[in-house]
């Protein structure tokens, strides 16, 4: 029952914050809404709905969560870009805004929206059956060198696609990378041995690591995970590639200066929270906070890539 | 046995009625509504289950998944509009029974079928979980490939006594369904740089606009009010020898919801129509189908409640939601910090006991809350033509507006609505359109997926025995259906092929 | 004469000619699987237009047999149907001028134009049951998926009252 527990002490949490906002500093706005493209219960959904329940002390102002879903992200990207540029609007950016902007070429792309801050990065791992013979990284590779590997994506021009299409390269082995509808149907094939190893963030597997189903042989980060302190790094194995999903904001082009120091604050404190930080961990994430100067480069660096990428592979023109 | 007991005591946790009897009422308001989908009834509702204990929480949203895909046969019946997909199979002949005067009947039947489909479901959710979850385990791509053509064969039967008309209508189907993301690589495909059809078309959108926009421009192209049988708005339960009828197309029903429920991605819709095919195909009456059959009815509809239930297996034993529904569920289980999958039982097994209690409670609340709303809702399809087609015209164009707050899906639906407009002029069939909708992603993601498993080698589907199985089954189907065809031919017999009402 | 068949298979002919010019038009990439995106809707492309080519040509055989056993039945088969065709234009009309005003003019007025305009073209007398329909019917659709479903409709006009 101590789940109960946890709830209420969530709402104790959010009535205390309340009392807080009396005392916080004045941020330009009453109220901030922050749009996600991703429908209800989904992943960005629910970060920032918890994100919503912890910020508002922190930031001095309401904050409510909105869902603009349609165009995957195409349609939030539109209404943002449009907003007013004075910190009552932001966008929860994944990498998925920047495929979508080069993929499908909507009128208003993530270059015309400005970063805020950085607040995750998701560890993608690389994991495999509990079943199977392979132990490293290294097992699965020269499994694929011998014959033929087939590895999973959990979607089509995402970015765990890319990585293992960077894995391969990097590797020179010559590996079916099987797409799939998300990152459910690809666990089914791991575990069912149709394919060797599968990509995905920890969040989603959780589950099966604790029953023993499944068996992690690698992370994408760029250092060791806290959760898993004994799982090597890709890099560390020897391949060259980190992948970085990230999870922040952002907004209208020409975000004024005081509003990006509140944020920079109120995501520090947040993050340094310890019933958020509870939460968070729980659900696997990684706090990486990101100031608004390091989040523009790394967006701009992040999005030249993928497109390097999508043209030398030829989706793109 | 233990899980009996454990249930039991959530029966009476009235957190659990509660939620389970607004869930279900709410499931049925927005599966009735054509356009709002199971899974926007759903996410509607996530927001205040932030507030619920864990419990409650998860039993509202399941309970307001069970009543969508029962509501999502009311406009089926009485207004020709699937209010959800899984409901398109009701839409032939519970349509027809309404347009005979027996809306009362068709609702009744299509009620308690649900109610039968809900518990059959729970039952074996509560007690085949372990077994039903290995089937869905042993499903390869090649297996889900051989499973979307298996549900393709039923187009042989549903075509009319044109097989080649039935076959352009259903490559339509596929057609519509390659609009948007390409399944593996990712690229666009017949999107003409528009960012709305980036995601694919909603086959929702195509169904309303076959089904009901279509049907609302064939009566304003007639003009001259027409005949109508207008029902009693009363509920009308079948008597003893009629129920008896029933029970084989509700057991196939079960049977095939059972199957598909468990498969993630396979769905609801597959399962209504499969089920609407075998019930045909093993009736004494087949020759009424199209025309107003009971079972016509009956097998769909416990089908897609079943599927409800079932549904839930992959999503409790691996954490796998093989559906937007059971998407929106599994957020509704992270929201409060519980994951499900193989843990599950070990760390939250209460809540997932309250959560059988509440399935029960809905699938008893669904009968009782279903008898004290329809009567309403057929006094309203009683209305005098122009206004009632004007009130239809309206909520449907609501409707889909809802689905992505655009405008441009109204325009889809719209030229759906076209479309099967001079469908029906040149006498096309419809429902093999919605087959290949409905089966297009499926059928070409899982080929071409299985060939990049393979390199190229096609005795990958021979070589997977589910794949093998399930493939020999469609061609015996297909054969079958072709040979009887060509058999009436001969014997200069009219084919008993049978076709949804055709209008001039 | 033009029989049902006839129109349906060379409808079906040029459908799939004019989605066979796009699917050879689809690009290629690296990351493609042998068959590609352009693989399966080729083939569809083609199946259409050959299913289209066997319905033409069942139509006219089957109207060569007809013409031989001298029905009349086929005569009256498009007797009318232009007038239809009208008929059910003007309803599409009504629901394209519906699509392209309720941005402008929100979602409560659009609605309630619709309900009168279409029960109206649909042939309803009672022009003040008409109006007492439109009005409140809006507002129950407006009540339904505005404020119990919590639906973003536009609210255009009325943007200013909050409604």
Not at chain 1, 124 to 146: C, G, N, P
Not at chain 2, 87 to 103: F, H, L, P, S, W
Not at chain 3, 41 to 49: A, C, E, F, K, M
């Amino acid at each position: 029952m101590h789940k109960l527990y946890f709830v209420s002490a969530a709402a104790a949490a959010v009535l205390a914050g309340g009392l807080a906002v009396a005392q916080a500093q004045e941020y330009p706005v009453d109220t901030v809404t922050l749009v996600t493209h991703s429908s209800p219960g989904g992943g960005s959904d629910v970060f920032l709905r918890e994100l919503s329940r912890y910020l508002s002390p922190y930031l001095g102002a309401n904050v409510i969560v909105e869902n603009i879903s349609g165009g995957s992200g195409a349609k939030a990207m539109a209404q943002l870009a449009q907003a007013p540029a004075d910190g009552s609007i932001f966008y929860a950016t994944t990498p998925t805004f920047i495929y979508t902007s080069l993929l499908s070429e909507p009128e208003y792309k993530y270059t015309d929206l400005e970063p805020l801050v950085n607040f995750f990065i998701d560890p993608e791992v690389i994991y495999t059956s509990a079943k199977s013979e392979f132990k490293t990284l290294e097992d699965v590779i020269q499994y694929a060198r011998d014959g033929r590997g087939q590895w999973g994506a959990a979607n089509p021009a995402s970015l765990e696609r890319q990585a293992l299409e960077q894995l391969k390269a990097a590797s020179g082995v010559n590996a079916a990378v099987v797409t799939h509808e998300g990152g459910g149907d690809m666990m089914i094939n791991v575990l069912n041995g149709t394919l060797q190893i599968g990509v995905g963030e920890v969040q989603e597997i959780q589950s099966q690591i604790e029953a023993g189903e499944l068996r992690l042989l690698a992370t994408f980060s760029d250092q060791r995970l806290d959760a898993f302190p004994d799982l090597p790094t890709v890099k560390e194995s020897g391949y060259d590639v980190v992948v970085r999903k990230f999870r922040g904001l952002a907004g209208p082009k020409g975000l004024p200066d005081d509003v990006v120091a509140a944020w920079e604050a109120a995501t520090q404190k947040v993050l340094a929270d310890p019933k958020y930080k509870e939460a968070y961990e729980g659900a696997n994430l990684r706090a990486e906070f990101m100031p608004h100067v390091d989040y523009v480069t790394f967006i701009e660096t992040f999005g030249t890539e993928t497109a390097d990428f999508l043209k030398k592979t030829g989706v793109i023109e | 046995m233990e899980t009996l007991t454990h249930t039991a005591a959530f029966l009476f946790d009235w957190h659990v009625i509660l939620a389970a009897l607004i869930g279900v009422t709410w499931g049925i308001m927005g599966g009735a509504l054509p356009g709002i989908s199971p899974s926007i009834t759903m996410a509607l509702l996530l927001p205040f289950t932030y507030t619920l204990d864990p419990t409650s929480a998860i039993v509202l949203l399941a309970s307001t998944y069970i009543g969508a895909e029962y509501g999502g046969s009311v406009p089926a019946i009485l207004i020709r509009t699937p209010g959800t997909n899984a409901a398109a199979a009701t839409v032939i002949d519970g349509y027809e029974m309404n347009r005979q005067g027996k809306a009362g009947l068709a609702l009744g039947i299509s009620l308690y079928s649900g109610v039968i489909g809900s518990l059959f479901g729970l039952a074996m959710l509560m007690t085949l979980s372990g077994p039903l979850a290995k089937v869905a385990l042993a499903f390869t791509p090649m297996a889900y490939f051989a499973l979307g053509i298996l549900g393709l064969s039923v187009i042989a039967t549903l075509s009319g006594e044109n097989l080649v008309k039935g076959l352009i209508a259903a490559i339509l189907g596929l057609i519509i369904a390659t609009i948007g993301s390409d399944p593996v690589t990712g690229g666009t495909r017949f999107t003409f740089g528009s960012a709305e059809l980036l995601g694919g078309i909603e086959p929702v959108m195509i169904m309303v606009g076959l089904f009901a926009m279509s049907e609302l421009l064939v009566q304003a192209s007639k003009r001259e009010q027409d005949e109508r049988v207008t029902s009693r708005p009363r509920i009308q339960f079948p008597d003893w020898p009629l129920a008896k009828r029933l029970i084989p197309a509700q057991i196939i029903g079960n049977g095939i919801g059972t199957f598909e429920g468990v498969m993630p991605g396979a769905g609801g819709t597959i399962a209504s129509f499969m089920s609407y095919n075998e019930a045909r195909r093993w009736s004494r009456h087949p020759e009424e189908f199209g025309k107003g059959s009971p079972e016509g009815i009956a097998a769909p509809e416990t089908a897609n409640n079943t599927v409800a239930e079932t549904a839930l297996v992959p999503l409790l034993s691996f954490g796998i939601p093989g559906s937007n529904s059971t998407a929106i569920l599994l957020g509704g289980f992270l929201i409060h910090g519980i994951v499900p999958g193989p843990m599950l039982f070990q760390k939250s097994g209460e809540v997932v006991y309250g959560l059988y209690a509440g399935l029960f409670t809905a699938a008893i609340g669904q009968l009782l809350i279903g008898m004290a709303m329809l009567p309403v809702c057929i006094w309203l399809v009683n209305r005098p033509r122009p206004y009632l087609n004007a009130f239809i015209f309206a909520l449907i164009l609501s409707g889909i507006y809802s689905i992505h707050n655009e405008a441009f899906d109204l325009g889809i639906m719209i030229a759906a609505g076209m479309l099967g407009f001079f469908m029906r002029m040149l006498r096309f069939p419809f429902l093999p359109t919605v087959l290949g909708l409905v089966l297009g992603y499926l059928v070409e993601s899982n080929f071409r997926r299985s060939l990049v498993l393979s390199g190229d080698d096609w005795m990958i589907f021979v070589d997977d025995r589910i794949s093998l199985g399930l493939l020999i089954l469609a061609f015996l189907f297909i054969g079958g259906s072709i040979a009887k065809r060509i058999y009436d031919l001969v014997r200069h017999r009219p084919t008993s092929t049978f076709s949804e009402s055709a209008e001039s | 004469m033009l029989t049902r068949d006839f129109v349906g298979g060379v409808a079906s002919i040029a459908i799939g000619a004019v989605y066979l010019f796009f699917a050879y038009q689809l690009r290629t990439s690296a990351l493609d699987d042998s068959m590609g995106p352009g693989g399966l809707p080729r083939v569809y492309g083609w199946l259409l237009i050959g299913l289209g080519a066997i319905l033409t040509i069942q139509a006219i055989v089957s109207r060569r047999m007809a013409v031989a056993g001298a029905t009349t039945d086929e005569k009256g088969e498009w007797d009318g149907q232009g007038r239809k065709l009208l008929f059910a234009a003007g309803l599409l009309a009504i629901g394209v001028g519906y699509i392209f005003l309720v941005e402008t003019l929100g979602y409560l007025i659009s609605v309630a134009v619709l309900l009168l305009v279409t029960a109206l073209y649909l042939g309803a007398g009672n022009k003040g049951r008409v109006l007492s329909v439109a009005v409140l019917g809006a507002i129950f659709l407006w009540v339904m998926f505005v404020i119990v479903l919590g639906v973003r409709m536009p609210s255009g006009l009325l943007a200013s009252l909050s409604l």
